[in-house]
């Protein structure tokens, strides 16, 4: 395999994967998977118990086996050379390390085992090779830097190429921010919002917009979705940055359909802005003010007119994710008469400058130069256990809009920068905020 010094021998990152297939055939034992590996009744089964395969382990940690079927059979008569697999926060960096999925000798069966913590919640995505989509090797003359920025390309482009979710997890898709299916790993320990438990799928009972916006000045036309739940006027208005995610998300609206029901969220109009792709999404959400300036001017003018929500800022949420996160804060910071609640989710607090860990941020110079007179704003600040290069700044971000005078709550999950994650802490969040408007 031509695949450079990221997967050679030693190097690819198969921590523990690469079991002996007495240890394997120990896996498919204890989940009572008896027939022949590679055949049709050893798929059949695997196919009942869902994967991937989970042994208990007595020190808070599960065994982890995951699979892949190759769809044209075994070595001797397939193009797959290597199936790689992304589990978040949790293998390295692909510009890094690479992680692979190893073939079962004379089987369609390929196989990876890791360990986690019994309370895991995460996402993984599965990227099968064939030997034309194998990564690029690393020349004597090119530099680290280079050779890192075409791995990425590489890694990028087989996303797009053959990225798919577990077809055999049981559990449905989901999507990332860019539309992209992703599986996902809930360990029986996670705490998860109990909506996401909760798997059946009703018809939305809310009311229901949905419209293409176009801006000249932005340049970007997009997907716009409102949503109420419940009745009345004057209401709570919840603005989701990355919307598109949320919106397209199934069960979504049912989800806040029931928090209303149970009177968990007060009756609401939530408003699903699409971030449309990466480029725009990077100009937009990153502490611009043009972007927020044409959405009070015309985008909440024309959602005003479909649902009476209430334009006071103590009634009206922003809430986003990553960058979604940052300009979530931005907008309250720079526009306090119409946003004054803020749920960021592992914001982007380093921005501008990608390497910064210390606290020393763009905006969060912006807020320890607005001590002390951000008492009118609530905000709740999320992040990741597992998100080692975030922790600092929204930790840094937290300490300056305290002393701002903010209201400001600290929360921190058991998980990484991923939709999953923020999909359940959403729900919590969104919970706590509507406490105090």
Aim: hydrophobic share 40%; with cysteine.
């Amino acid at each position: 395999m031509n695949a450079g010094n990221i997967m050679n021998s030693g190097t690819v990152a198969e921590a523990s994967a690469v079991m002996q297939e007495s240890a394997l055939r120990q896996v498919f034992s204890a989940s009572d998977i008896t027939a022949v590996p590679g055949s049709d009744a050893f798929w059949k089964q695997i196919k009942k118990q869902g994967t991937p395969l989970l042994t208990s382990r007595a020190d808070n940690q599960c065994g982890i086996t995951f699979l892949w079927r190759d769809p044209q059979g075994a070595e001797n008569c397939s193009p797959y050379k290597a199936v790689f697999i992304d589990v978040y926060s949790h293998t390295p960096h692909p510009t890094r390390q690479l992680t692979s999925l190893v073939r079962l000798s004379g089987t369609d069966v390929w196989y990876w085992q890791t360990q986690l913590p019994a309370d895991w919640l995460g996402s993984y995505v599965l990227l099968p090779a064939k030997n034309t989509q194998l990564p690029p090797a690393k020349s004597a003359q090119q530099s680290s830097s280079d050779f890192s920025a075409a791995v990425r390309g590489w890694w990028i482009n087989l996303l797009q190429q053959s990225g798919q979710a577990d077809v055999l997890n049981l559990r449905a898709p989901h999507v990332d921010g860019n539309g992209r299916e992703l599986s996902a790993l809930i360990l029986p320990g996670a705490a998860v919002h109990a909506q996401l438990r909760d798997e059946k799928c009703l018809p939305a009972q809310g009311k229901l917009h949905h419209w293409r916006w176009h801006n000249a000045l932005l340049g970007a036309e997009r997907d716009v979705w409102c949503y109420r739940c419940g009745t009345g006027r004057d209401l709570p208005l919840v603005i989701f940055l990355d919307g598109q995610r949320w919106a397209r998300s199934k069960g979504f609206f049912t989800q806040l359909d029931a928090l209303t029901h149970n009177g968990e969220f007060p009756p609401a109009v939530y408003l699903f802005i699409d971030s449309v792709s990466s480029d725009v999404r990077s100009r937009e959400l990153t502490c611009n003010s043009a972007f927020w300036l044409m959405l009070q001017q015309e985008l909440l003018a024309d959602a005003q007119r479909l649902e009476a929500f209430s334009t006071a800022a103590q009634k009206t949420i922003v809430a986003g994710q990553s960058f979604g996160g940052l300009a979530a804060l931005y907008a309250a910071l720079n526009w306090p008469q119409r946003f004054g609640n803020v749920l960021s989710q592992s914001g982007s607090f380093w921005w501008p400058d990608v390497n910064e860990e210390a606290g020393n941020g763009l905006l969060t110079r912006h807020v320890r130069s607005s001590a002390p007179v951000l008492s009118e704003l609530n905000v709740e600040l999320q992040i990741g256990c597992y998100e080692d290069s975030m922790l600092g700044v929204n930790h840094a971000m937290h300490d300056a809009l305290n002393a701002a005078g903010a209201h400001v709550s600290f929360q921190q999950f058991r998980g990484g920068h991923d939709w999953l994650c923020w999909h359940s802490e959403l729900l919590s969040g969104l919970k706590r905020l509507f406490s105090v408007i």
